[in-house]
Protein backbone atom coordinates (compact mmCIF):
# COMPACT_ATOMS: atom_id res chain seq x y z
CA UNK A 1 0.00 0.00 0.00
CA UNK A 2 1.45 3.69 -0.52
CA UNK A 3 0.13 4.91 2.39
CA UNK A 4 -0.64 8.78 1.48
CA UNK A 5 -1.70 10.48 -1.93
CA UNK A 6 2.08 11.24 -2.25
CA UNK A 7 3.07 7.33 -2.93
CA UNK A 8 6.04 6.75 -1.82
CA UNK A 9 8.81 4.17 -2.64
CA UNK A 10 8.82 0.48 -1.26
CA UNK A 11 10.12 -2.43 -2.18
CA UNK A 12 7.65 -3.20 -4.17
CA UNK A 13 7.80 -0.77 -7.57
CA UNK A 14 4.73 -0.06 -9.14
CA UNK A 15 4.09 2.03 -12.52
CA UNK A 16 2.88 5.01 -13.25
CA UNK A 17 0.21 4.62 -16.28
CA UNK A 18 -1.72 1.46 -17.55
CA UNK A 19 0.24 -1.07 -16.47
CA UNK A 20 3.68 -2.21 -17.24
CA UNK A 21 6.14 -4.90 -15.04
CA UNK A 22 7.37 -3.76 -11.93
CA UNK A 23 10.98 -3.12 -11.56
CA UNK A 24 13.36 -1.86 -9.03
CA UNK A 25 14.30 1.93 -9.97
CA UNK A 26 17.75 3.44 -8.53
CA UNK A 27 18.31 6.18 -6.38
CA UNK A 28 19.13 9.72 -7.26
CA UNK A 29 23.38 10.07 -6.61
CA UNK A 30 24.14 13.73 -7.49
CA UNK A 31 21.76 15.25 -10.37
CA UNK A 32 20.29 17.97 -7.70
CA UNK A 33 23.33 18.37 -6.07
CA UNK A 34 24.57 19.10 -9.45
CA UNK A 35 21.78 20.91 -10.96
CA UNK A 36 21.96 23.18 -7.75
CA UNK A 37 25.16 23.55 -8.09
CA UNK A 38 24.63 24.86 -11.59
CA UNK A 39 22.20 27.35 -11.04
CA UNK A 40 24.07 28.66 -7.98
CA UNK A 41 27.49 29.31 -10.38
CA UNK A 42 25.21 30.66 -13.33
CA UNK A 43 23.20 33.13 -10.25
CA UNK A 44 26.78 34.55 -8.78
CA UNK A 45 28.41 34.86 -12.30
CA UNK A 46 25.22 37.37 -12.90
CA UNK A 47 26.03 38.70 -9.43
CA UNK A 48 22.83 37.93 -7.68
CA UNK A 49 21.83 36.86 -4.66
CA UNK A 50 19.61 34.38 -3.73
CA UNK A 51 16.89 37.41 -2.40
CA UNK A 52 17.12 39.49 -6.05
CA UNK A 53 17.05 36.21 -7.77
CA UNK A 54 13.95 34.84 -6.33
CA UNK A 55 11.20 37.04 -7.34
CA UNK A 56 12.61 37.14 -11.09
CA UNK A 57 11.53 33.37 -11.38
CA UNK A 58 8.69 33.95 -9.47
CA UNK A 59 9.70 31.93 -6.12
CA UNK A 60 10.69 32.79 -2.57
CA UNK A 61 14.31 32.91 -1.64
CA UNK A 62 13.82 29.71 0.83
CA UNK A 63 13.06 28.00 -2.16
CA UNK A 64 15.77 28.85 -4.29
CA UNK A 65 17.84 28.40 -1.15
CA UNK A 66 16.63 24.67 -1.39
CA UNK A 67 16.79 24.15 -5.18
CA UNK A 68 20.25 25.09 -5.21
CA UNK A 69 21.45 22.89 -2.14
CA UNK A 70 19.70 19.99 -3.81
CA UNK A 71 17.27 19.50 -1.49
CA UNK A 72 14.32 20.35 -4.04
CA UNK A 73 13.22 19.00 -7.90
CA UNK A 74 12.69 22.16 -9.70
CA UNK A 75 9.89 22.98 -11.05
CA UNK A 76 9.56 23.68 -15.02
CA UNK A 77 8.86 26.90 -15.16
CA UNK A 78 11.56 27.76 -12.71
CA UNK A 79 13.92 25.94 -14.98
CA UNK A 80 12.94 27.82 -17.88
CA UNK A 81 12.92 31.37 -16.62
CA UNK A 82 16.48 30.65 -14.41
CA UNK A 83 18.16 29.33 -18.01
CA UNK A 84 16.98 33.05 -19.30
CA UNK A 85 17.28 35.12 -16.74
CA UNK A 86 21.03 34.03 -16.13
CA UNK A 87 21.56 33.79 -19.87
CA UNK A 88 22.66 30.18 -19.17
CA UNK A 89 23.23 29.33 -22.80
CA UNK A 90 20.95 26.22 -22.64
CA UNK A 91 23.12 24.61 -19.58
CA UNK A 92 20.41 25.40 -17.04
CA UNK A 93 18.19 23.54 -19.40
CA UNK A 94 20.56 20.72 -20.08
CA UNK A 95 21.29 20.39 -16.57
CA UNK A 96 17.26 19.36 -15.71
CA UNK A 97 17.11 16.98 -18.51
CA UNK A 98 18.47 14.35 -15.90
CA UNK A 99 16.34 15.11 -13.14
CA UNK A 100 14.34 12.06 -13.50
CA UNK A 101 14.14 10.94 -10.02
CA UNK A 102 13.14 12.02 -6.47
CA UNK A 103 14.30 10.35 -3.73
CA UNK A 104 11.03 9.04 -1.15
CA UNK A 105 8.63 9.34 -3.87
CA UNK A 106 7.00 6.09 -5.88
CA UNK A 107 8.33 6.10 -9.47
CA UNK A 108 4.98 6.02 -10.89
CA UNK A 109 4.11 8.99 -8.45
CA UNK A 110 6.94 11.36 -9.55
CA UNK A 111 4.66 12.84 -12.95
CA UNK A 112 1.89 14.00 -10.87
CA UNK A 113 4.24 15.49 -8.71
CA UNK A 114 6.04 17.51 -10.89
CA UNK A 115 2.95 18.93 -12.47
CA UNK A 116 1.75 20.05 -9.11
CA UNK A 117 4.69 22.52 -8.35
CA UNK A 118 3.02 24.95 -10.49
CA UNK A 119 -0.41 23.90 -10.63
CA UNK A 120 -3.16 26.40 -10.20
CA UNK A 121 -5.41 24.42 -8.22
CA UNK A 122 -5.37 20.69 -7.02
CA UNK A 123 -8.47 18.71 -5.64
CA UNK A 124 -8.03 15.46 -3.29
CA UNK A 125 -11.01 12.93 -2.43
CA UNK A 126 -9.53 10.41 -0.06
CA UNK A 127 -11.42 7.78 2.07
CA UNK A 128 -8.84 5.45 2.94
CA UNK A 129 -6.48 7.75 4.77
CA UNK A 130 -5.29 11.64 5.56
CA UNK A 131 -3.76 12.94 1.98
CA UNK A 132 0.30 13.74 2.25
CA UNK A 133 -0.23 17.28 2.08
CA UNK A 134 -2.10 16.96 5.61
CA UNK A 135 -0.44 14.68 7.85
CA UNK A 136 1.94 15.30 10.45
CA UNK A 137 5.07 13.35 10.95
CA UNK A 138 3.58 11.71 13.79
CA UNK A 139 0.53 9.98 11.60
CA UNK A 140 2.89 9.89 8.70
CA UNK A 141 5.64 7.57 10.87
CA UNK A 142 2.90 5.80 11.44
CA UNK A 143 1.92 4.84 8.22
CA UNK A 144 5.60 4.17 7.54
CA UNK A 145 5.97 1.86 10.04
CA UNK A 146 2.85 -0.51 9.32
CA UNK A 147 4.37 -0.81 5.89
CA UNK A 148 4.36 -4.12 5.17
CA UNK A 149 7.02 -5.41 3.98
CA UNK A 150 8.59 -3.80 6.67
CA UNK A 151 10.92 -0.86 6.06
CA UNK A 152 14.16 0.02 7.06
CA UNK A 153 15.10 3.16 9.30
CA UNK A 154 16.75 4.58 6.62
CA UNK A 155 13.75 4.24 4.29
CA UNK A 156 11.31 5.44 6.39
CA UNK A 157 13.78 9.03 7.31
CA UNK A 158 13.71 8.93 3.51
CA UNK A 159 9.93 9.37 2.68
CA UNK A 160 9.03 11.20 5.94
CA UNK A 161 11.28 13.84 4.56
CA UNK A 162 10.08 13.81 0.95
CA UNK A 163 6.70 14.04 2.33
CA UNK A 164 7.56 16.83 4.04
CA UNK A 165 9.23 18.63 1.83
CA UNK A 166 5.91 18.25 -0.70
CA UNK A 167 3.71 20.42 2.17
CA UNK A 168 5.37 23.41 1.70
CA UNK A 169 3.83 23.53 -1.75
CA UNK A 170 0.89 24.60 0.92
CA UNK A 171 2.55 27.32 1.86
CA UNK A 172 5.08 28.16 -0.89
CA UNK A 173 2.06 28.20 -3.63
CA UNK A 174 -0.05 31.30 -2.06
CA UNK A 175 -2.15 31.32 -5.62
CA UNK A 176 -2.44 27.40 -5.99
CA UNK A 177 -6.08 26.57 -4.87
CA UNK A 178 -5.87 23.59 -2.85
CA UNK A 179 -9.18 21.57 -1.91
CA UNK A 180 -9.51 18.26 0.03
CA UNK A 181 -12.88 16.19 1.01
CA UNK A 182 -12.36 14.00 3.44
CA UNK A 183 -14.38 11.30 4.99
CA UNK A 184 -15.33 11.20 8.41
CA UNK A 185 -14.10 8.04 9.47
CA UNK A 186 -10.30 8.93 8.99
CA UNK A 187 -10.49 10.60 11.91
CA UNK A 188 -12.16 7.92 13.84
CA UNK A 189 -10.23 5.23 13.19
CA UNK A 190 -7.51 7.09 15.32
CA UNK A 191 -4.60 5.64 13.77
CA UNK A 192 -1.49 5.81 15.82
CA UNK A 193 -3.16 6.67 18.70
CA UNK A 194 -5.52 9.57 20.34
CA UNK A 195 -2.78 11.71 20.57
CA UNK A 196 -1.64 11.38 16.96
CA UNK A 197 -5.32 11.84 15.95
CA UNK A 198 -5.37 15.26 18.48
CA UNK A 199 -2.19 16.55 16.69
CA UNK A 200 -3.71 15.74 13.18
CA UNK A 201 -6.50 17.93 13.51
CA UNK A 202 -5.09 20.62 15.06
CA UNK A 203 -2.90 20.53 12.27
CA UNK A 204 -5.74 20.42 9.88
CA UNK A 205 -8.03 23.06 11.62
CA UNK A 206 -4.24 25.43 11.06
CA UNK A 207 -4.36 24.60 7.45
CA UNK A 208 -7.69 25.12 6.80
CA UNK A 209 -7.40 28.71 7.71
CA UNK A 210 -4.82 29.04 5.10
CA UNK A 211 -6.96 31.20 2.79
CA UNK A 212 -5.61 28.92 -0.55
CA UNK A 213 -6.57 25.73 1.71
CA UNK A 214 -9.79 24.26 1.81
CA UNK A 215 -10.98 21.06 3.48
CA UNK A 216 -14.73 19.53 3.62
CA UNK A 217 -15.60 16.43 5.79
CA UNK A 218 -17.97 14.01 4.26
CA UNK A 219 -19.98 12.85 6.97
CA UNK A 220 -20.19 9.86 8.45
CA UNK A 221 -23.84 9.12 7.45
CA UNK A 222 -24.78 10.38 3.65
CA UNK A 223 -27.50 8.53 1.51
CA UNK A 224 -25.93 9.64 -1.52
CA UNK A 225 -22.06 9.75 -2.40
CA UNK A 226 -20.38 10.29 -5.78
CA UNK A 227 -17.16 9.22 -4.86
CA UNK A 228 -17.70 5.58 -4.49
CA UNK A 229 -15.51 4.60 -6.84
CA UNK A 230 -12.45 5.75 -4.95
CA UNK A 231 -9.93 8.22 -4.19
CA UNK A 232 -8.82 10.43 -6.74
CA UNK A 233 -7.40 13.93 -7.09
CA UNK A 234 -7.47 16.61 -10.26
CA UNK A 235 -5.17 19.01 -11.02
CA UNK A 236 -4.93 22.31 -13.66
CA UNK A 237 -1.94 23.57 -15.25
CA UNK A 238 -0.59 26.92 -15.68
CA UNK A 239 -2.05 26.97 -19.57
CA UNK A 240 -5.27 25.32 -18.04
CA UNK A 241 -5.04 22.17 -18.96
CA UNK A 242 -6.84 19.28 -16.80
CA UNK A 243 -5.19 15.95 -15.43
CA UNK A 244 -6.38 13.08 -12.64
CA UNK A 245 -4.56 10.75 -10.61
CA UNK A 246 -6.08 7.88 -9.25
CA UNK A 247 -3.96 5.62 -6.96
CA UNK A 248 -3.87 2.02 -6.54
CA UNK A 249 -1.96 0.15 -3.70
CA UNK A 250 0.97 -0.93 -5.77
CA UNK A 251 0.38 1.40 -9.12
CA UNK A 252 -0.98 5.28 -9.75
CA UNK A 253 -2.97 6.25 -12.81
CA UNK A 254 -2.41 9.31 -14.47
CA UNK A 255 -5.13 10.23 -16.36
CA UNK A 256 -5.49 13.03 -19.72
CA UNK A 257 -7.82 11.66 -22.00
CA UNK A 258 -10.77 14.61 -22.02
CA UNK A 259 -13.86 12.31 -21.68
CA UNK A 260 -12.39 10.94 -18.05
CA UNK A 261 -11.73 13.85 -16.54
CA UNK A 262 -14.75 15.21 -17.40
CA UNK A 263 -16.51 12.47 -15.67
CA UNK A 264 -14.09 13.09 -12.54
CA UNK A 265 -14.69 16.87 -12.86
CA UNK A 266 -18.32 15.65 -12.12
CA UNK A 267 -18.16 13.56 -9.32
CA UNK A 268 -15.64 16.06 -7.40
CA UNK A 269 -18.17 18.85 -8.02
CA UNK A 270 -21.22 16.51 -6.48
CA UNK A 271 -19.14 15.58 -4.04
CA UNK A 272 -18.20 18.86 -2.72
CA UNK A 273 -22.47 19.46 -2.58
CA UNK A 274 -22.51 16.69 -0.30
CA UNK A 275 -19.82 16.84 1.94
CA UNK A 276 -20.32 19.55 5.11
CA UNK A 277 -19.53 23.33 4.17
CA UNK A 278 -16.20 24.84 5.18
CA UNK A 279 -17.61 25.87 8.34
CA UNK A 280 -19.37 22.95 9.39
CA UNK A 281 -16.45 21.31 8.43
CA UNK A 282 -14.38 23.15 10.85
CA UNK A 283 -17.05 23.29 13.15
CA UNK A 284 -17.27 18.93 13.08
CA UNK A 285 -13.22 18.48 13.25
CA UNK A 286 -13.25 20.98 16.84
CA UNK A 287 -15.92 18.68 18.30
CA UNK A 288 -13.71 15.20 17.31
CA UNK A 289 -10.56 17.13 18.35
CA UNK A 290 -13.00 18.10 22.06
CA UNK A 291 -13.44 14.06 22.26
CA UNK A 292 -9.97 13.19 22.56
Same mark, same amino acid.
Given at each position: ???????ID??M?G =????????????????????????????????????????????Y?PE??????????????????? #?D?????F???? #?????????K???S????????E??A???YTY??? +?I????Q =?? #??????F??? +????????I???????L????????R???????IL?EH +??LR??? /???? =??????????????RN?D??????????H??L /??P?????T?D???????????H???VS??K???V?QM????????? +????D?????????G??
Amino acid at each position: MTHGTDSIDSPMYG =TFGNGGARRPEPEPQYSLKMFGEVVKTFRKRARLTQEQFAPLVGYSPETVASIEQGRRLPPPDFVER #ADSILDAFGVIL #AAAKHLTRRKGLASWFRQWAELELSALSLYTYECR +LIPGLLQ =TP #AYARTLFADQ +LPPLADEQIEAQLAARLERQQLLRERPNTSFSFILEEH +LFLRDLG /GADV =TRELLDHILDLSELRNVDVQIMPLVRHHHSGL /GGPVQLLETPDHQWFGYLEGQEHGQFVSDPKAISVIQMRCASMRSQA +LSLDDSQGLMRRMRGAR
